[in-house]
Antibody, heavy 121, light 107 residues
Framework: QVTLRESGPALVKPTQTLTLTCTFS??????????VTWIRQPPGKALEWLAR???????SYSTSLKTRLTISKDTSKNQVVLTMTNMDPVDTATYFC?????????????WGQGTLVTVSS | DIQMTQSPSSLSASVGDRVTITCRAS??????LNWYQQKPGKAPKLLIY???SFHSGVPSRFSGSGSGTDFTLTISSLQPEDFATYYC?????????FGQGTKLEIK
C-alpha cells in the first residue's frame, strides 16, 4: 500500500525558509522510474508544480521558483525534503507531495493529503 | 516551459448531461497528458493518463482523447459525484505543468 505524508510548519514568517518533509511507504525511490514531486495550491487557486526528484537523483524545478527551491532525498529513510527560501505571503498554500512513475507514461498515481502553510508575520 | 490552457474555466451542467473540457498545450506533447479530478479539501485523483488511458477504478463515463497539442476530457453522463474541479497536466518535459483548472458546477 502506497502512502505519502507531508510534514512541516503550519506557519512561517516572511523571509524565513520553509522546510517540508514527505515521508512515504509502499515503494522505494531507488527503483528505476520512481520519482517524488511537490505541488502546491494557494487557497481557491490552481495546482502549481514545484519540483521533482527522480530515482537516479536527477532534479527538476519550477522555472519561476528554481532560485528558491531545493529538493533532496534520503532513500534509507523513505523521505524527500523540499526547502523554499525567502517565504512571502503569496506562498501561502497547501503543499502536496506525490509519487510519479516515469517508466513509460508519466503520471501521478498517489498523493499525500497536503499540508497548509501560512506565511504571515 | 510548456503552457497548458484549459477551457472553459468553469462550467454549469445538470446530472445526466454530456460535458467536454478542453486542454491545449503550447507545443506538441505527444500523448503525455493526464487528467485529474479534485474535490474541495482533498488531493487530486488521477482519472486519465497518456491522454486516453483509464486509471484503475475510474468509471467508464470518463474518457480522454487527443494528441499533439489538443486534448479533451469527456464525461458522458454527469453524476452528482462528478461535480468537482478538473486539471490537465503535461509530463512530456519538465517542468510538468498543469492547466488552470475547470470547475464543474451543478446547474
Amino acid at each position: 500500500q502506497v502512502t505519502l505524508r507531508e510534514s512541516g510548519p503550519a506557519l512561517v514568517k516572511p523571509t524565513q525558509t520553509l522546510t517540508l518533509t514527505c515521508t512515504f511507504s509502499g515503494f522505494s525511490l531507488s527503483t528505476n522510474g520512481m520519482c517524488v514531486t511537490w505541488i502546491r495550491q494557494p487557497p481557491g487557486k490552481a495546482l502549481e508544480w514545484l519540483a521533482r526528484i527522480d530515482w537516479d537523483d536527477d532534479k527538476s524545478y519550477s522555472t519561476s521558483l528554481k532560485t528558491r527551491l531545493t529538493i533532496s532525498k534520503d532513500t534509507s529513510k523513505n523521505q524527500v525534503v523540499l526547502t523554499m527560501t525567502n517565504m512571502d505571503p503569496v506562498d501561502t498554500a497547501t503543499y502536496f507531495c506525490a509519487r510519479i512513475y516515469r517508466g513509460g507514461w508519466n503520471y501521478i498515481d498517489y498523493w499525500g493529503q497536503g499540508t497548509l502553510v501560512t506565511v504571515s508575520s | 516551459d510548456i503552457q497548458m490552457t484549459q477551457s472553459p474555466s468553469s462550467l454549469s451542467a445538470s446530472v445526466g448531461d454530456r460535458v467536454t473540457i478542453t486542454c491545449r498545450a503550447s507545443q506538441s506533447i505527444s500523448s503525455y497528458l493526464n487528467w485529474y479530478q479534485q474535490k474541495p479539501g482533498k488531493a487530486p485523483k488521477l482519472l486519465i493518463y497518456a491522454a486516453s488511458s483509464f486509471h484503475s477504478g475510474v468509471p467508464s463515463r470518463f474518457s480522454g482523447s487527443g494528441s499533439g497539442t489538443d486534448f479533451t476530457l469527456t464525461i458522458s453522463s454527469l453524476q452528482p459525484e462528478d461535480f468537482a474541479t478538473y486539471y490537465c497536466q503535461q509530463t512530456y518535459s519538465s517542468p510538468d505543468t498543469f492547466g488552470q483548472g475547470t470547475k464543474l458546477e451543478i446547474k
